[in-house]
């Protein structure tokens, strides 16, 4: 299987750890091990427990039975704890799709909901969150784009990079569809509980057998160094995902385990400081926003911590972002690493203090650029005088 490039962490990889402040990821600020200790309360007797063995396959039993009661029906034979949601999504697709199946995924989307599907082989059919319908998600063109021949549709919502999401009438929209033709649903839920207009949708799991929802503790809880996520599904799918994992990664580190079975038992207290940023951070973004109409298009998320910003007067935002890392150190993510050149995607999940001034640096960057823009169109009306002043005397000689 000859994979595509992931284009977004060839992009982060060195300037993640380089720029002064990032203003472009899709999760909120990280928690030190001392602050997530003190809000779960694990113990230096808790740690000293931990015996380094190996553990099982499909995760710890009581991560597992963690995971299961929060986000699932309650029974963990239903749950597997993954290396974050990208092992989850790497297995799943690889254990249930094979050359020539068809599988429905949306655009723009994080590459890991459509790249492995498209390795495999698969004929993909785009649905598209289009930025002059507000990228509201359109389920009728859902229908028109399914088939009897489609194995899969994979959905992230709230969505990663837009922030769009769905109603709980278009959710249950979605699963009698796909449902229909007996397909396979993949929900990316990895932003499930940062919502802003509404409350957080439901499990699909919980009402389509054919569901599967995918979840991890890196972007609304601030944990995304631990690496870990998980996968809700029936039993004989998880078996199939089991059987490729035996190959690959085997299992979890019981620390690991053990502080995200915490983490996910005590979630409300880490969740809660997160979203009351998130919106106090929003509402930021939203007034810069409004002070730059003519630089600076704008849809509100209605989950999430980023949003997809479109900016009509730079004709080249890979160039404007990696000038922005270099001169402003400011991190953004240019719309090309989802395919889509003419957008950047800004997180606003971090420090206030942080946002706040990696805005003001991006003003700067786009009164500079500008400038710039005027400066050259000035020069190019002067070259086409000049050569027409030329062309004149030319004609009268």
């Known amino acids: 299987m000859e994979i595509a490039p992931a284009l977004l962490e060839y992009w982060l990889r060195d300037r993640y750890f380089t720029t002064e402040l990032d203003i472009s990821s899709s999760g909120v600020e990280n928690f030190s091990f001392a602050e997530l200790r003190d809000?779960?309360?694990?113990?230096?007797d808790d740690l000293d427990q931990i015996?380094?063995?190996?553990?099982?396959?499909?995760?710890?039993?009581?991560?597992?039975?963690?995971?299961?009661?929060?986000?699932g029906n309650g029974d963990p034979e239903h749950v597997m704890a993954t290396h974050g949601s990208s092992e989850a999504l790497f297995l799943i697709m690889q254990a249930l799709l094979r050359p020539g199946d068809e599988v429905i995924v949306l655009d723009p989307v994080y590459h890991a909901l459509y790249a492995v599907a498209e390795a495999?082989?698969?004929?993909?059919?785009?649905?598209?969150?289009?930025?002059?319908?507000?990228?509201?998600?359109?389920?009728?063109?859902?229908?028109?784009?399914?088939?009897?021949?489609?194995?899969?549709?994979?959905?992230?919502?709230p969505h990663n990079p837009t922030g769009a999401s769905v109603t709980l009438a278009q959710q249950a929209e979605i699963i009698e569809a796909v449902s229909e033709v007996g397909a396979y649903l993949i929900w990316d839920g990895a932003f499930t509980e940062i919502?802003?207009?509404?409350?957080?949708?439901?499990?699909?799991?919980?009402?389509?057998?054919?569901?599967?929802?995918?979840?991890?503790?890196?972007?609304?809880?601030?944990?995304?160094?631990?690496?870990?996520?998980?996968?809700?599904?029936?039993?004989?799918?998880?078996?199939?995902c089991i059987q490729l994992r035996d190959y690959m990664?085997?299992?979890?580190?019981?620390?690991?385990?053990?502080?995200?079975?915490?983490?996910?038992?005590?979630?409300?207290?880490?969740?809660?400081?997160?979203?009351?940023?998130?919106?106090?951070?929003?509402?930021?973004?939203?007034?810069?926003?409004?002070?730059?109409?003519?630089?600076v298009e704008y849809v509100r998320p209605k989950g999430g911590v980023s949003a997809f910003l479109r900016l009509p007067a730079v004709a080249d935002t890979e160039a404007f972002c990696d000038d922005l890392a270099s001169t402003q150190r400011v991190l953004l993510v240019p719309g090309n690493c989802f395919n889509h050149p003419e957008f950047v995607r800004i997180g606003f999940g971090g420090p206030t203090a942080e946002l706040r001034e990696g805005l003001a640096r991006i003003s700067e960057a786009l009164r500079v650029f500008g400038q710039q823009a005027h400066s050259q169109m000035a020069a190019e009306q002067v070259c086409g005088t000049v050569k027409g002043a030329v062309s004149v005397d030319s004609h009268s000689t």
């Open 39 to 44: 809000l779960v309360g694990i113990t230096h």
């Open 51 to 71: 015996v380094f063995r190996d553990s099982r396959s499909y995760g710890g039993p009581e991560l597992r039975a963690a995971i299961a009661q929060r986000w």
């Open 120 to 157: 495999i082989g698969c004929r993909l059919k785009i649905w598209r969150l289009r930025f002059e319908d507000q990228f509201v998600p359109d389920t009728t063109e859902l229908r028109r784009l399914l088939s009897p021949q489609t194995r899969m549709v994979v959905v992230n919502f």
């Open 195 to 240: 919502t802003y207009d509404a409350p957080p949708l439901p499990d699909p799991t919980l009402a389509y057998h054919r569901a599967i929802s995918v979840g991890t503790l890196s972007k609304a809880y601030g944990l995304p160094g631990l690496r870990v996520g998980w996968c809700i599904a029936a039993p004989e799918v998880l078996d199939r």
């Open 249 to 295: 990664t085997l299992h979890l580190s019981p620390m690991v385990e053990l502080i995200a079975q915490r983490a996910i038992e005590h979630a409300d207290r880490l969740l809660k400081p997160h979203l009351d940023q998130a919106r106090t951070n929003l509402a930021l973004l939203e007034e810069w926003v409004a002070q730059h109409p003519a630089e």
